[in-house]
């Protein structure tokens, strides 16, 4: 490009765009850039430099020349008054200008030479007294000829200007074109910073996942927390006593620790808190509040939350494994409001089930291994890997019913992994698969520490099958809660879809609450679908399968020929499983495969919905399709419904609040003395009564012998117990021994009797 006399441009070459400038033939010689330097120049009145013409063709020669070869031209820059020696300053300041330029590359040269060159041409002007202003002008733009392209278009714009330099605020030349770039964002500030990084949390699939999770606990069980101070779900007897364990474990942590597994129940029986499940993780809730009330508020709570954490938990291991958003909302909500786990809202142990997907979730995660990709070492993060065995710890400290199945099953993973490694890595196929030291402390760690939780809980129901032998179960026991094959396609009464209509199923049963084991027509269907069309490989998928099949032949129990060869095995071989009582909470796991295999079919078919609306034009699902991915999730919930009772727990009577033990409340049985558990929240006395998974054969002769209370015999016999004081409470006593006895004299039994409240309080 050339500048004509009156400072027009005129394009000389390759005039394409503003970056891109014509370039003359490297031919020409130094003598020519002299001649059209001098012929193109003139000094203005007021002393300021006009353009020059913009190329030459020795300067164009030196400018790629030397950047394209990478050797530097020796050169002195030098200036003269009378333009005698423009070619001589012309050829320095353009090799300067290529040396600047090497990093580049060649094809660059023509832009630098035509820049270069006007700084020779205003070197060249001027007279005498000028020298000092025509020699800064020239280091200036040779400054700005050495920094980046913007530079020099810069120089070009200047070069096609009046002939005046326009430069911004620091000095530089300004690019020309600068006026039609977008105005530039606006430096947000700090707390506009912090709503991004909130707002962005808030939008987070985890977030998402973890809210919805938390509003469908509320939904799917409510009424629950309607009335949360005064109900509890299903019954007041099972839920009084899961209470009282939260309130026991708080309050025995906060106060004497030392005390945790002798409770104030079944007095004088030692290690009576593990006379059952214990519910131990709970105890940092069980710390906060006193009294029946807050534990009755503290129950409704834990178990909304439990759902939450159980629909969360196994959302969150179907996308580990690799399961899209909607096959892995269907394996959450079909896990934890499966039909059958409606017989056991009034059973919190069993409804804390969350950390069993979750720790395996964050385990996958750990390890970096997935269902659907397999092993993939650059996932790999230890943080997880301590994070999933601690959240295993803490799903055993719940309870051993459905824990020590999970322990097994973990042991077993962990076995096969191990194992599968060894043989890839060093026989089968020996590649290197990396796995990290950092990787296998975390595991001996967190394995270290799941195991010692374990071991550490053992211990008190070992001194109970030590000190109770009528504790141990027997194959007997077992088969009468071993449910048939009909119980796989039997609803509870609780479900109000299938309550009403599964009645006379339900009947043929011979003990229904824990044989109903419905996981939900629709999830059979989802799941069947899923062994022909999924994202899971077909290994995967019969893998799955398989499992669905060994964990129902489990929770048959005794009924899948006698067990000789299933859960038999089991019972008689694996520590601790004899003390299972009921194997029909092995559909637990069932229910889990069961929707890994459906979330396995919804993903395919979000994934099919997906490439349909790529092939669109603009991209864009038809809404059809998006509600199409929603409807498994919307049937299987609604299988979920339920109408589960929520009764008003039986108010406290006066005397539990006022009267010490050593006590016996009268009447005692297995559901009353729940309640009465529960009542004792306010102070803790030490109590006789006690209801648990099997009945103290000294509370059973407690119960034989007070039915004549008060008498001489009983009076004595509780003496030598140590008790203190018997609270008969008079609107239980309707129909029993004690409706007669309650007003007969004892001045010659020399005990007192006293009227609190709707109770008598007789102290010994």
Avoid: C
């Avoid at 006009?50 to 030397?66: E, I, L, V």
């Avoid at 194959?475 to 509870?492: E, K, N």
């Avoid at 299987?636 to 009772?645: C, D, M, Y």
């Amino acid at each position: 490009m050339t500048t004509n006399a009156t400072g027009g441009v005129q394009p000389t070459g390759q005039t394409d765009g503003p970056d891109e400038q014509g370039g003359t033939p490297r031919g020409a010689t130094g003598q020519d850039a002299a001649a059209d330097t001098a012929a193109t120049t003139k000094t203005s009145g007021t002393g300021d430099a006009t353009d020059a013409k913009s190329t030459t063709t020795d300067t164009a020669k030196t400018a790629t020349g030397d950047a394209e070869t990478g050797e530097p031209a020796d050169a002195k820059p030098t200036t003269t008054r009378d333009g005698k020696d423009a070619s001589a300053d012309a050829k320095p300041a353009t090799t300067d200008t290529a040396r600047t330029r090497t990093d580049d590359g060649g094809e660059d040269g023509a832009t630098d030479a035509k820049a270069a060159t006007t700084d020779t041409a205003k070197t060249t002007t001027g007279d005498g007294g000028k020298d000092g202003a025509t020699d800064a002008k020239a280091a200036d733009t040779a400054k700005a000829t050495t920094g980046d392209v913007k530079k020099d278009d810069a120089a070009d714009a200047k070069a096609g200007s009046d002939g005046d330099e326009k430069k911004d605020g620091d000095g530089e030349p300004r690019d020309r074109w600068s006026a039609f770039a977008p105005a530039p964002d606006p430096v947000p500030g700090r707390p506009r910073r912090a709503a991004r990084v909130v707002g962005r949390l808030l939008v987070h699939e985890w977030t998402l996942a973890t809210l919805a999770a938390l509003a469908l606990a509320v939904g799917m069980t409510w009424p629950t927390l309607r009335y949360p101070l005064y109900t509890l779900p299903q019954d007041y007897w099972d839920p009084s006593l899961q209470a009282w364990q939260m309130a026991w474990s708080g309050h025995a942590l906060r106060t004497e620790p030392a005390q945790l597994f002798h409770s104030n129940t079944f007095f004088p029986e030692q290690w009576s808190f593990a006379f059952s499940d214990m519910l131990l993780g709970y105890a940092p809730a069980g710390m906060l509040g006193t009294g029946p009330e807050a534990a009755v508020l503290r129950y409704n709570i834990m178990f909304v939350l439990a759902h939450a954490l159980a629909t969360l938990g196994a959302y969150a291991l179907a996308r580990q494994l690799g399961a899209g958003r909607a096959g892995a909302a269907v394996a959450g909500v079909s896990y934890t409001y499966a039909p059958w786990l409606l017989a056991q809202a009034g059973h919190l142990h069993i409804v804390s089930n969350g950390g069993i997907p979750l720790a395996l979730a964050m385990l996958a995660r750990g390890h970096g291994w997935s269902l659907r990709y397999g092993y993939r070492p650059e996932r790999r993060h230890e943080g997880w890997t301590y994070t999933g065995w601690l959240v295993a710890a803490w799903q055993l400290s719940l309870g051993f019913g459905i824990g020590l199945p999970f322990a097994y099953v973990l042991a077993g993973i962990v076995l096969v992994a191990a194992t599968t490694w060894f043989l890839r890595r060093w026989v089968v196929r020996p590649v290197k698969r990396p796995f990290g030291t950092r990787l296998l402390a975390a595991d001996l760690v967190g394995g270290l520490i799941f195991a010692g939780v374990g071991a550490l809980l053992a211990i008190p129901y070992f001194k109970v099958a030590e000190l109770h032998p009528n504790a141990a179960r027997t194959l007997g026991d077992i088969g009468i809660y071993s449910p048939p094959a009909l119980g796989f396609f039997t609803a509870p009464a609780e479900s109000r879809v299938w309550g009403e209509l599964h009645e006379a199923a339900r009947a043929t049963l011979p003990w229904h609450p824990e044989m109903t084991l419905l996981p939900g027509f629709v999830l059979y269907a989802l799941a069947a679908g899923g062994l022909f069309f999924s994202v899971w490989k077909v290994r995967q998928r019969l893998l799955l399968l398989a499992g669905v099949l060994v964990t129902m032949v489990l929770a048959m129990g005794t009924r899948f020929f006698d067990g000789t060869f299933t859960y038999g095995l089991l019972f008689e071989h694996l520590p601790g499983w004899n003390g299972l009582r009921t194997p029909g909470r092995m559909m637990l796991w069932t229910t889990l495969l069961l929707g890994l295999l459906a979330a396995g079919a919804v993903s395919a078919f979000a994934d099919r919905v997906g490439e349909i609306a790529a092939e669109r034009a603009p991209y864009r699902p038809s809404p059809w399709l998006r509600v199409a991915t929603v409807v498994p999730v919307l049937l299987v919930l609604l299988e979920g419904l339920n109408v589960t009772p929520h009764p008003v727990v039986p108010e406290q009577p006066v005397a539990m609040r006022t009267v010490d033990g050593p006590m016996l409340v009268l009447p005692s049985s297995q559901n009353l003395d729940q309640p009465v558990m529960l009542w004792s929240t306010s102070t803790f006395p030490d109590l006789v009564n006690g209801g648990s998974g099997f009945t103290p054969t000294q509370l059973d002769e407690v119960r034989r012998v007070t039915l004549a209370f008060p008498d001489q015999t009983s009076v004595d016999y509780l003496r030598t117990l140590g008790v203190r004081n018997v609270v008969l409470l008079r609107d239980q006593i309707v129909g029993t021994p004690w409706e007669v006895t309650v007003n007969a004299p004892v001045d010659q039994l020399g005990i007192t009797r006293e009227e609190v409240g709707d109770a008598v309080v007789f102290r010994l």
